[in-house]
C-alpha cells in the first residue's frame, strides 16, 4: 500500500466523520489525565482476549507474547493520544490490521476490543477529567472519530490483504488451468511422435509405404502441436489490428479455403457481391470466422447444414442522407448441430472455458478479443438440438471523397 495514497484516504475519511481543527487539541488536553489509566485499560484488554479460547487460539506465544503484546499495545494507545496525525501514524494503524490477517485474527475480534477499550477510555475521560460536560462530550466525540479512524484503517487492510490474496489464488487458478489445459493438448500429439519414432527405429522389415506413412503421421502431429502453440502466443500478442477494407465476400471464400469443409457437411453461402466494403485486419478476421466455420463443423459431426450469410443487420441505421447503407455489416455462421446449452452460452466466450473434450477453450475467447479490437461485436444464439447461430458484426469501411 502507498502511503502517501493511505495518508489521502485517511484525510478524506477525517473529513467524512467530521474531525476538525479543535480535536487533536482535545484529545492532548485530556491525555495527562488519562495516561496513568493505559496499564489497566491493557490488562482488562488482554485479560478479556484470553477468556475467549477462539480469539486467544491466535496468541500461540503464551504469557511472553502477552507481555510483548501489552508494551505494542501501550504504544498503539500513546500514539493516539499524543499524535501527530500524520502520515507516519496512519501507516503504523494499517500495519496492525496486516499484522492481524498474518496471524489469522479475524476482523470482528479486533471490533470488539476496541469497542471494549472505547468504554474504558470514555469512562476514564469522564471520571478523571475535570472539564465542563459540554467539553467532555466534545473530547468524547473526537475520541471516538479518532478510534472509529483507526477501525476503519484497520479494516481497510484486512480487505486489501484480503483482495491480495484472492487476486494471487485466482492468478495460480488460472496458471494451473492453462498449464493443464497445454499438458493436455500436446501430451496426445507428443505420444504419438513418440510411438511413431520407436516404431520407425526398431522396425526391421518396415516398407517404404510404412515409413511413409509413420513419417506423415509424425508430421500432422507436430503441426497440431504447433497449432497449439501459435493459438497461446497470438492470444498473449495480439497486435494492433491493421485495417483496410475487406470485400466480404472474398473474405469468406479466402477463409473457407483455408478452412475447408467436411464432405459430409452441405454448405449455403449467401454473399451478395455487391455488398459494400467492410473494414478490417483480414488476417485477423480470418482467425475469428475460421474458428466458427470449424467450432460449427465439430458440432455436426455426423454431417448437417453450414450456412454462412452476409447481410444488413436488422434495424440498421443509414449511414448517410444520400444512401441507405448500414453503418454495420453482419457476417453469421449457422449449424444445424446439436447447440449450446444455456448454462454455457453465457460463458462460453470466457477464455478457458470449452465445452469439448480437446482445446484450450482460447479460440472463441480470442475471437472476441479481436472483434472488440475492431470496434465490432460477436454474438451467439442457440437451441439445443437444432443448431447455433454466431455473428460477427464489422465496420462498414468509410467510402474514399
Ligand atoms: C483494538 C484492537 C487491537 C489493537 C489496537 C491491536 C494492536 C496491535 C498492534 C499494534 C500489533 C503489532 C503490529 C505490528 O507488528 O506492527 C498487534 C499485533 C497482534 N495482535 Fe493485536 N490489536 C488489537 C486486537 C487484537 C485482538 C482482539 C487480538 C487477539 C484476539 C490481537 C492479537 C494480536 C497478535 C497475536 C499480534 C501479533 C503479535 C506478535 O507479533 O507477536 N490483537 N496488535
Not at 476538525?20 to 489525565?33: L, Q
Not at 450456412?307 to 444512401?323: F, K, N, Q, V, Y
Amino acid at each position: 500500500m502507498d502511503p502517501g495514497q493511505l495518508f489521502q484516504l485517511y484525510q478524506e475519511l477525517q473529513g467524512y466523520v467530521g474531525w476538525d481543527e479543535a480535536d487533536p487539541g482535545r484529545i492532548a488536553a485530556v491525555r495527562e489525565a488519562v495516561r496513568p489509566a493505559f496499564p489497566s485499560i491493557i490488562d482488562d484488554f488482554y485479560a478479556e482476549i484470553v477468556r475467549h479460547p477462539t480469539a486467544a487460539r491466535v496468541i500461540t506465544g503464551g504469557d511472553r507474547q502477552i507481555e510483548r503484546l501489552k508494551k505494542t499495545l501501550l504504544t498503539w494507545l500513546s500514539d493516539l493520544f499524543d499524535g501527530p496525525y500524520d502520515e507516519a501514524f496512519v501507516v503504523k494503524r494499517f500495519r496492525v490490521g496486516q499484522r492481524h490477517v498474518e496471524i489469522g485474527l479475524e476482523a470482528f475480534y479486533t471490533q470488539v476490543a476496541l469497542s471494549r477499550m472505547r468504554i474504558k477510555l470514555i469512562d476514564e475521560i469522564s471520571q478523571r477529567t475535570a472539564s465542563s460536560e459540554l467539553e467532555q462530550l466534545a473530547t468524547v466525540v473526537a475520541l471516538n472519530r479518532l478510534l472509529d479512524l483507526d477501525m476503519t484503517i484497520i479494516e481497510y487492510a484486512y480487505q486489501a490483504e484480503f483482495t491480495a490474496r484472492e487476486q494471487r489464488q485466482e492468478r495460480l487458478l488460472t496458471l494451473g488451468k492453462v498449464a493443464a489445459g497445454i499438458a493436455h493438448e500436446l501430451r496426445n500429439p507428443l505420444n504419438a511422435v513418440k510411438t511413431s519414432v520407436y516404431y520407425l527405429l526398431n522396425a526391421r522389415t518396415a516398407t517404404e509405404e510404412k515409413i511413409r506413412e509413420h513419417l506423415e503421421r509424425i508430421d500432422r502431429q507436430v503441426g497440431i502441436s504447433d497449432g497449439v502453440i501459435t493459438a497461446l502466443s497470438r492470444f498473449a500478442k495480439l497486435p494492433v489490428p491493421n485495417v483496410a477494407p475487406i470485400n466480404l465476400c472474398d473474405f469468406v471464400r479466402k477463409t473457407l479455403e483455408v478452412n475447408p469443409v467436411p464432405k459430409n457437411i452441405e454448405l449455403e453461402l449467401d454473399c451478395q457481391e455487391t455488398l459494400p466494403h467492410v473494414s478490417g485486419d483480414a488476417e485477423q478476421l480470418q482467425i475469428v470466422l475460421g474458428n466458427l466455420i470449424r467450432n460449427a463443423c465439430d458440432a455436426m459431426p455426423d454431417g448437417g447444414r453450414l450456412t454462412l450469410r452476409a447481410h444488413a443487420p436488422a434495424g440498421s441505421t443509414a449511414g448517410g442522407e444520400t444512401d441507405q447503407t448500414p453503418d454495420r455489416f453482419a457476417l453469421s455462421v449457422t449449424d444445424t448441430g446439436c447447440g449450446i446449452r444455456p448454462e454455457d452460452l453465457k460463458r462460453i466466450m470466457e477464455p478457458l472455458f470449452s465445452t469439448k473434450t480437446r482445446g484450450l477453450g482460447l479460440g472463441l475467447a480470442l475471437a472476441r478479443a479481436i472483434m472488440d479490437r475492431h470496434q465490432g461485436e460477436l454474438s451467439v444464439s442457440s437451441l439445443p438440438g437444432h443448431g447455433t447461430t454466431f455473428t460477427m458484426m464489422l465496420n462498414v469501411a468509410q467510402k474514399s471523397a
